[in-house]
């Protein structure tokens, strides 16, 4: 059974609820889904997992949230080779910068070696129905090529 480690910054608790949406959608394909908020893991310990999901919110005018910087920064130091990766998060469309965390992890991920078969899933503020679609077509092309690199 493969197994994913979802990890995310969440203030208002919209990026939380789309980590929980994402990792619904997982166990739908028996997936194994661990959830952690980025304060309590370090990046290295992604390397324990098949794959991993890592969220954000972009915080006023595409500023990574304080509690996500650390985290962010020392991904710098693990060569993800071979996992498979993904960003997520919310943002305001209010502010230039929409959903900027989403595409600096998604860059970073790529830039460590990680392989990243979907584009980041960015929503305006909390998932609504349209979101949900959204994040079971993500899921779906994440887990497709989870399970032929697992």
Partial sequence: MAKVMIVYASM?????????????????YDIEVEIEECINVEPEE??????????GYTYDDGQLPDEFVDFYEDMADVDF????????GSGDTFYDEFCLTVDLVET??????????????????????????????????YVDVLLENA
């Fill in 108 to 141: 970073r991920l790529k830039e460590k070696g990680a392989i990243v078969p979907v584009e980041g899933l960015k929503v305006d503020l909390d998932p609504d129905e349209d979101d949900v679609e959204r994040a079971e077509a993500y899921t779906k092309k």
């Fill in 81 to 88: 080779s071979g996992k498979v990766c993904a960003s997520f």
């Fill in 46 to 55: 992604l390397l324990d997992y098949d794959g991993a999901l890592i969220g």
């Fill in 12 to 28: 208002t608790g919209n990026t939380q609820e789309i980590a929980d949406i994402l990792g619904e959608e997982l166990e739908k």
